[in-house]
Antibody, heavy 124, light 107 residues
Framework: EVQLVESGGGLVQPGRSLRLSCTGS????????MGWFRQAPGKGLEWVGF??????????EYVASVKGRFTVSRDDSKSIAYLQMNSLKTEDTAVYYC???????????????WGQGTMVTVSS | DIQMTQSPSAMSASVGDRVTITCRAS??????LAWFQQKPGKVPKRLIY???SLQSGVPSRFSGSGSGTEFTLTISSLQSEDFATYYC?????????FGHGTKVEIK
């Protein structure tokens, strides 16, 4: 079964750091770009960032509100993607979802697999 | 940034109704658009990708159309399990952006 499982969420104070993990199984993890979305309580969905597969450079992109604070990385040997969150703000409070983004051209068959989500609460 | 204007924001409908939800992009996005369904407390589920391709396992009453700047999600005959919130997502340009959602409620 193709699956993504997130871990690492919890309660953290403003200004502190947290790292989320996303473990993939049932598919060739290294062949896919991997990403993160989030959803604040009672709000809509927001893209956070993603990392390309090594075949396409392994580089990453981010939404402006997290650029310079959040980093997406990957360890394909363990089938894990990470979201390192630094300098957390109260507005980062949300459920964070790990997403299997896409394998390759034409880049259209994307976002098919989602993890169950992990809650991050930023509060003093 | 590409803005996705989704309408309506909410609607009431009856079982058997035909439902149409629209997303308009502030600039052309070709067919880099996906539709998702989310039920309360659940993980979003992909319904449509590439604007009009149906996700495997999704009932054929769901369909997507459009290209460029105007896109539509249609439910041909609404079923009780379809009451949920629907989101569009463009992934043609960064940042990827969602519509604000359409909540489909029971009339």
């Amino acid at each position: 079964e193709v699956q993504l499982v997130e871990s690492g969420g919890g309660l953290v104070q403003p200004g502190r750091s947290l790292r989320l993990s996303c473990t993939g199984s049932g598919f060739a993890f290294g062949d896919y770009a991997m990403g993160w979305f989030r959803q604040a309580p009672g709000k809509g969905l927001e893209w956070v960032g993603f990392i390309r597969s090594k075949a396409y450079g392994g580089t990453s992109e981010y939404v402006a509100s997290v650029k310079g604070r959040f980093t997406v990385s990957r360890d394909d040997s363990k089938s894990i993607a990470y979201l390192q969150m630094n300098s957390l703000k109260t507005e980062d409070t949300a459920v964070y979802y790990c997403i299997r983004v896409v394998m390759g051209p034409p880049w259209l068959d994307a976002f098919d697999i989602w993890g169950q989500g992990t809650m991050v609460t930023v509060s003093s | 940034d590409i803005q996705m204007t989704q309408s309506p924001s909410a609607m009431s409908a009856s079982v058997g109704d035909r439902v149409t939800i629209t997303c308009r992009a502030s600039q052309g996005i070709a067919n880099f658009l996906a539709w998702f369904q989310q039920k309360p407390g659940k993980v979003p589920k992909r319904l449509i990708y590439a604007a009009s391709s149906l996700q495997s396992g999704v009932p054929s009453r769901f369909s997507g159309s459009g290209s460029g700047t105007e896109f539509t999600l249609t439910i041909s005959s609404l079923q009780s399990e379809d009451f949920a919130t629907y989101y569009c997502l463009q992934h043609n340009g960064y940042p990827w952006t969602f519509g604000h959602g359409t909540k489909v409620e029971i009339k």
